[in-house]
């Protein structure tokens, strides 16, 4: 199994005893710089996910973008105040904000580690060139092995475009020798949760370095009320 070596990154097993410090300052009420903070420049989305854990807010306040610049001066702050690494994310596309690629070069500027999650609709041969030029990390969601499962889940039939922007950032990763970790994200739903091995198989072929499992939050699925007590009875069926 790989074990990241870097302080600063979420994926290190030891990494609450690079901070300790950290840990003393809450109980000293002297409250450092965070170590690593989240990232969101949007919540506009370009897919309609069924599980969207977002779907409530934005219904309520509505859709936008962090406004033009905002981002730039969030890579700055970060530096100021001592922040070492950042994802970027959010309650939406994150690449949906054009300025997104204006940020992450400016990361790097002020020496930032910075990751990303996407949908990966909107990664095109740009932004491949810029995340293999120094992110630690690319997570693309997927949650379907194929085109039916993928547009069920997703609501958008765009499987064979993150396909294709896939496998031409694993290619332009390879070529420059980058350090960029790329990964599919799978959340397991009843609908997709036989396909488990399959999107492993689609990894590997893709040329990705690993894949992250885990169970969607189905409580966060409008109308819906205690659906994993419905989908474990009828899977004791199958």
Known sequence: MKEYSNEYTGLNDWKVLFHRKHLESIVDGNLLPPVAVDTDPSNFCNQKCIYCNAYEYRKDVGFGNLPEGHLLKLADFYKDW???STCIAGGGESLMNKETKKMIPRLYKNNIETSMITNGVLLDEEYSDILTDGSRFCGISI???NKETYKLIRGKDNFDIVKKNVIFLNNVRIFKNSNLDVNLKFLIHPYNYTQIYDIAKLAKEWGCNGIHIRPCGLDNVPG???????????SKND
Do not use: Q
């Open 224 to 234: 819906v009320e205690n659906p994993m007590a419905k989908w474990t009875e009828e």
């Open 82 to 84: 001592g922040v070492k």
């Open 143 to 145: 949650d379907g092995a």
